[in-house]
């Protein structure tokens, strides 16, 4: 009697730990999800990374906001689980990030704000004429050009100081992609790209260090996220639509018109991203100079270094609920939620994401070793014992 | 009295106590290795591609298609800045140690002391982003905006747009940030100085300026200069602040022709581009290049400052250095 007592305590002592890791392998296991780049996007994923981790408090999210082209650089190094950046991937950046799906995940719109004693936002610009002042051909407030869109204006007989990005930035990719495309001569002498070579003008780093140009400057104008200018008051322009008959004020409904307007012709998940734009794209409500933030995920997580595939299964459902549940805290922090066509995109391309190519598994390996062992065990004992729990071997 | 009994030497604890240091010693050296190593390797795409034009040449386009790097104007703006801040803040640091050493009550010193000390540990950011939100302001409205429309017409200096975000601002905030740096040193060294020194020039009838002229200053010139040269070490590889303050132009218009025209240093224009800069590409080089350049000049400094401090020293033995 003793000895089948200790048997079964035997048993008991072997599945009680086999159930409890494969317990914990199932749910209560908690994950890190390692991602970085973009610094833009860092006050929504910050949002994000806590509103989630409420929901799942088994899941942290560890964002370090180092810059969009130091994200890519961890991405190459395939160290984070994905990487944000304000600007798509480039040919040679895909090269070395091979087999990356490219998920938008939130929109952005850039305001022409300026800082002219006596007059608030309002301001009419054309693309063009944006593009002359910040090239130092139009120089004085009071320029024809300007004054031809803003009759009964009364404008200063004052230089224009301009002011821009000091530091790398997908906002100055977006303005000049925009500059880019309204007016050819911008294309040519000045071109598209984070950093550009600047005819005039001062530059600081960051959102916030143009803003404060801007706001301590009389007589100065930037290109400022539609964030920042907000927070700061700041005095915005209205600027004409891509139809070409009115004049739209930056608000997040008329960037969210604009980007819906590009949602159905953006290329394949792993397609070719990098020629990807969504400023001044048709309708009347449309605000013109806007641009796509994105999240870069290996289609393929296994390559990632210290990825299991539940963790995989993790960053998936993380991803589905930031394009998802995740954008009605955008607009809190003032950035566009994405329409409707991105967000079903978004879903068709985090369902490309795999781990190895297999079927993730019921199991986690340790719980189904320890488990084995366990049963092995019982069988052994309770045949050594005599009980009569399994067939004798 | 007690005995010091030495136990018998173990050679093997000696041997590894040989290497042990040993190792310590050669880390220095092979991180100096290392980073030369690192910096021009990841550089050498663009020496290939632009030559000694990266050192002479003034574009900065960094535009995929149409790339072209040059860092003249970075260099001009580094030795610009720091030169400027050196002219401000050398004299006001030594009249510091001056005072402090010479002429400042008891009570006053220690406490002086102290604060100059907590001042040398101001973050730089710090300095920059008041410098950026603050100081500023009353730079462009007192001193720029008059200077400018007295004699900006005139004098190529003064001339431009004062905006407050320029050369000149950067240089004032870079002396302010070394003058703590200099002035602790020079203190430590001047009182460094054997008081009869002092006491043989008060002998022979001589002012406080005497004295300090005939005793202290030909007693710690060595380390007065060793002083300056590190708070120049600082203003050259200063970063954030200047960052913040001095416009941060490119290309050409970063060339400093005026004090009220932005700028731009080694230093700055790889904060501001590095983050975004495409892994492996041309503009990767280009910021690693100035990097490689800002390496050599902080090491052409230092030679010079050793060279300096020891020709000095041989003149005058048993001067003290920092």
């Known amino acids: 009697m003793k000895k089948t007592f200790l048997a079964v305590a035997f048993m008991l002592l072997l599945t009680v730990p086999s159930v409890i890791l494969y317990a914990n392998a199932q749910s209560s296991q908690s994950y890190t999800i390692t991602a970085g780049g973009s610094t833009f996007v860092f006050p929504l994923m910050d949002t994000w990374r806590v509103q989630y981790n409420n929901l799942h408090s088994n899941i942290k999210l560890n964002y370090q906001s180092i810059g969009s082209g130091a994200g890519i650089k961890l991405l190459d190094q ?6 944000a950046s304000d600007a798509p991937l480039q040919p040679s950046e895909q090269t070395a990030a091979a087999g990356t799906v490219t998920i938008p995940e939130s929109i952005g719109g850039i305001t022409i704000s300026y800082n002219l004693p006596g007059i608030d936002k309002g301001m009419k610009l054309t693309g063009p004429v944006i593009a002359q002042i910040f090239m130092g051909s139009i120089t004085m407030w009071n320029d024809p050009a300007i004054a031809n869109l803003n009759p009964g204006m009364n404008l200063p007989s004052q230089k224009i100081l301009t002011a821009h990005r000091s530091d790398g930035s997908g906002t100055t990719y977006a303005f000049t992609d925009y500059l880019s495309k309204v007016y050819p001569q911008w294309k040519t002498s000045v071109g598209q790209g984070k950093t550009v070579p600047w005819p005039v003008g001062t530059a600081a780093p960051g959102n916030a260090g143009v803003a404060n140009i801007v706001k301590s400057t009389p007589y100065a104008c930037g290109y400022v996220e539609l964030a920042y200018a907000y927070q700061n008051n700041m005095s915005y322009a209205f600027v004409q639509n891509a139809d070409g008959n009115a004049f739209v004020e930056p608000t997040i409904d008329s960037v969210a018109a604009d980007a819906a307007a590009a949602a159905t012709s953006l290329p394949a998940p792993d397609g070719d991203w990098s020629k990807v734009s969504i400023v001044n794209q048709p309708g009347s409500n449309s605000y013109p100079i806007s641009t796509l933030t994105y999240v870069f995920v290996y289609k393929d997580l296994s390559q990632v270094s210290g990825e299991t595939s539940d963790k995989a299964q993790e960053v998936i459902n993380f991803l ?11 607009s809190t922090l003032l950035y566009v939620p994405l329409p409707d066509a991105m967000v079903k995109a978004d879903q068709n391309a985090i369902s490309e994401i795999r781990f190895g190519g297999s079927a993730v598994p019921e199991f986690g390996p340790i719980a189904t070793a320890v488990l084995a062992i366990a049963i092995v065990s019982i069988i052994a004992v309770s045949a050594k014992t005599g009980l009569r729990l399994a067939p004798r071997l | 009295m007690e005995t010091v009994k030495l136990k018998g030497g173990s050679p093997i604890f000696d041997k590894i ?21 690192q910096l021009t390797t990841n550089s050498y795409q663009i020496w290939a591609q632009e030559g000694v034009s990266f050192l002479t040449g003034s574009d900065w386009n960094a535009v995929e298609g149409s790339e072209s790097y040059g860092a003249a104007p970075y260099i001009a703006g580094t030795f610009v800045t720091a030169g400027i801040a050196m002219l401000i803040g050398v004299p006001i640091s030594i009249g510091i ?11 006053l010193r220690s406490v002086l002391s102290f604060v100059v000390e907590l001042l040398a540990a101001v973050p730089s950011i710090i300095y920059g982003l008041w410098g950026m939100f603050v100081f500023r302001d009353y730079i462009r409205d007192w001193i720029e905006t008059p200077l400018n429309s007295a004699l900006g017409n005139n004098v190529i200096l003064f001339s431009g747009t004062p905006f407050g975000l320029d050369i000149f601002t950067a240089s004032v905030v870079l002396a302010i940030m070394i003058i703590p740096t200099i002035a602790s040193i020079s203190r430590e ?39 300056s040269i590190l708070g120049l070490g600082r203003a050259v590889g200063e970063t954030m602040a200047i960052t913040l303050l001095i416009g941060n132009a490119t290309g050409q218009s970063a060339f400093p022709s005026s004090l009220f025209a932005p700028g731009q240093t080694l230093s700055s224009i790889i904060a501001n581009e590095f983050p975004e800069a495409a892994n492996g590409s041309l503009h990767m080089a280009a910021l690693i290049g100035c990097g490689l350049i800002l390496f050599v000049i902080a090491i052409t400094i230092n030679i010079v400052a050793q060279f300096l401090v020891s020709k000095v020293l041989k003149t005058h033995q048993g001067a003290v250095l920092a």
């Not at chain 2, 240091?21 to 190593?37: D, E, K, M, P, Q």
């Not at chain 2, 140690?97 to 009570?107: I, N, Q, T, V």
């Open chain 1, 78 to 83: 395939k160290t984070v689980d994905f990487a």
């Open chain 1, 320 to 330: 589905n609920w930031i394009v998802t549940d995740g954008q009605k805290y955008a």
């Open chain 2, 17 to 37: 106590f040989k290497i042990g240091v040993t190792i310590a010693g050669t880390y220095v050296l092979a991180i100096i290795v290392l980073i030369v190593i």
């Open chain 2, 97 to 107: 140690a001056m005072f402090l050493s010479e002429l400042a009550p008891k009570f």
């Open chain 2, 189 to 227: 060294i001047m009182i460094a100085v054997p008081s009869s020194q002092r006491e043989a020039a008060f002998m022979l009838g001589a002012t406080k300026w005497e004295v300090f002229k005939m005793a202290v200053i030909p007693y710690s010139k060595s380390g007065l200069i060793g002083a």
